[in-house]
């Protein structure tokens, strides 16, 4: 066989159009059934706040309308290709300089445009509105996690007596409008937990604003939608909405006096290497060292964004590095998730019990963090960074001290 029969004996395995065509819409359905997931833990389509139903209200006539005038387009496309298909006929009528054709095809946008613009910002204006709000919590991001920091004061009714500081879960009393001030330590993020409401970007040295409110007990996840370098796919958050008397008890928790661990057992011995390995960075409030001053954190000396996330009761959250490793196991996971209403404020309030806890990725976590969230393209070179890391650096821990950080955050929940 010759070159030219090669040729044509591969040009005639090739796939014809039309099977191409049939391939490439089959994929194109494939991906859109795929977003079709029922009970998507970020699907915008199923509001549960009354900022999200505005948002819903809206999002729902201009998406069947878009999706009414995409099938159209694409008819009337599909159409034109194949049966004006160049076969040598002659040239199809001209229909330029049709008046009538030209109008109607310039009012009938204009008219479906008018009819998306005008409820699109009356729904603008009516997210804007803050001044009923009852609670204020000032949200920052930070490569690559959310801090909640609690102002003292009333919120739905329950006093704040001490602000609480805490990391990657927003705990939110039901049925009150909370305001949510946002800004960012270093880069650009993006705040959104679209149950409850939309996007809100987080910005170095500005405040945004963003009204938040759940109208039933239960667990809402959101995602950094702000590119913001090597783990923004790994910047994630939640947001827990309890029942008052819930809020009123995680709050009590919060702010419960620091006990130090038994003498001479794991867990003290466990709170020494904490402060000597982990308290540069992290804060336990009410740790102390031998001779009785508080251990305070000094992160603005090691990374970037100059804090890192406050681990006291940590083990009362369900996640960890940014919200996004598990410390529940996947069962206890799945039951929390699905429970909403009447039931979730106790199993949430439980904190992470022996029976639910994966040890497993607390434990990896802190034998290789950088391992399991990549942060710093060349962790050896900081000087562009003036020596300070990006995230949470790899401290090189003994499998001992592991066991003791383990038994001493046991503890703290």
């Keep these: 066989m010759d070159r030219s ?7 005639g395995d090739m796939p014809s159009p039309r099977r191409r065509w049939t391939r490439a819409a089959l994929v194109g ?6 977003g079709c997931a029922k009970d998507a833990p970020q699907d915008y389509f199923q509001p549960k706040g009354p900022n999200a139903e505005k948002i819903d209200n809206l999002q729902r006539p201009v998406f069947y309308i878009a999706g009414i005038v995409g099938v159209i387009v694409l008819g009337a496309v599909g159409y034109i290709v194949f049966k004006f298909k160049d076969r040598g006929q002659d040239i199809p009528e001209q229909s330029h300089g049709n008046p009538k054709l030209e109008i109607a095809l310039t009012i009938l946008p204009a008219i479906i445009l008018a009819g998306i613009a005008v409820p699109t910002v009356i729904t603008v204006f009516e997210l804007d509105k803050k001044d009923d709000t009852e609670c204020i919590i000032n949200v920052t991001g930070q490569q690559w996690w959310w801090e909640y920091d609690y102002a003292t004061g009333s919120c739905g009714g329950v006093e704040i007596a001490e602000p609480i500081v805490t990391s990657g879960e927003l705990v939110i009393p039901t049925d009150t409008p909370v305001l949510l001030r946002i800004t960012s330590r270093d880069v650009i993020h993006s705040y959104w937990i679209p149950a409850l409401n939309g996007k809100r970007d987080a910005v170095p040295g500005r405040l945004h604003t963003l009204r938040m409110q759940a109208d039933e007990a239960g667990l809402y996840t959101g995602q950094c939608t702000e590119f913001c370098g ?6 994630r958050q939640a947001a827990v909405a309890l029942e008052p008397a819930d809020f009123q008890t995680w709050v009590d928790n919060q702010l419960e006096p620091y006990a130090a661990p038994e003498a001479d057992s794991l867990a003290a011995e466990g709170e020494g290497t904490f402060i000597a390995n982990c308290s ?3 804060q336990v409030n009410g740790i102390a060292n031998s001779d009785g001053s508080p251990v305070l954190s000094d992160p603005d000396l090691y990374v970037v964004s100059g804090v890192a996330p406050n681990l006291t009761n940590l083990l009362t959250r369900t996640a ?6 598990d410390i529940l196991t996947e069962e206890c996971r799945t039951t929390l998730w699905e429970t909403r209403g009447a039931g979730f404020g106790e199993l949430y309030l439980q904190g992470v019990t022996p029976e639910c806890f994966d040890e497993v990725a607390l434990r990896e976590w802190l034998r290789n963090p950088t391992g399991m969230k990549p942060m710093f393209a060349d962790a050896t070179n900081l000087e562009s960074t003036g020596g300070k890391y990006r995230g949470m650096p790899n401290l090189n821990l003994t499998e001992d001290q592991i066991d003791q950080l383990i038994a001493f955050l046991i503890e703290r929940k």
């Design 5 to 11: 029969d090669k040729t044509m004996t591969t040009l």
């Design 29 to 34: 359905l494939g991906l859109v059934l795929a």
């Design 230 to 235: 090597l783990s923004h796919a790994r910047m």
């Design 280 to 282: 540069k960075c992290h």
């Design 320 to 325: 960890i590095a940014g919200w996004t490793f």
